[in-house]
């Protein structure tokens, strides 16, 4: 076990697992919601929102969305290596990521150089 890795107590990673889990609530919540209006409401939502919205909107939300659906995937990885105790190293590499970056993107899956990486190949 890497000294990096020895730096992440059982507290600190407890911590992630709280905090993760309350950052998939915040995603996943907003989804419920959605569901539950749409099928109160049916169709009506989707034809106030095609009159409402122009394309130039569409694609932010649409853009904002696929970041939302990238970030519930790696919260839920992360939450998975939680359990399987291999958290605060990289899916790529196995490298360890660092405490620093784990205590500002607890869903963090991959080094910085590697998330860079996945970045631009989008």
């Given amino acids: 076990m890497s000294e990096q890795h020895a730096e992440l107590s059982r507290e600190f990673i407890e911590q992630q697992r709280q905090r993760l889990e309350g950052l ?8 419920e919601e959605r569901r539950a209006f749409e099928e109160q409401h049916g169709d009506e939502a989707a034809e106030f929102e095609d009159t409402a919205q122009d394309s130039a909107q569409e694609e932010v939300l649409q853009a904002q969305h696929d970041v939302d659906d990238r970030r519930v995937h790696d919260i839920e990885r992360a939450l998975q290596k939680i359990a399987d105790g291999t958290y605060g190293y990289s899916d790529l590499s196995g490298q360890p990521i660092p405490k620093a970056r784990l205590e500002v993107t607890p869903e963090a899956i991959l080094t910085l150089d590697e998330e860079r990486a996945r970045e631009r190949g989008r």
């Fill in 24 to 31: 998939r609530r915040h995603f996943l919540g907003d989804d």
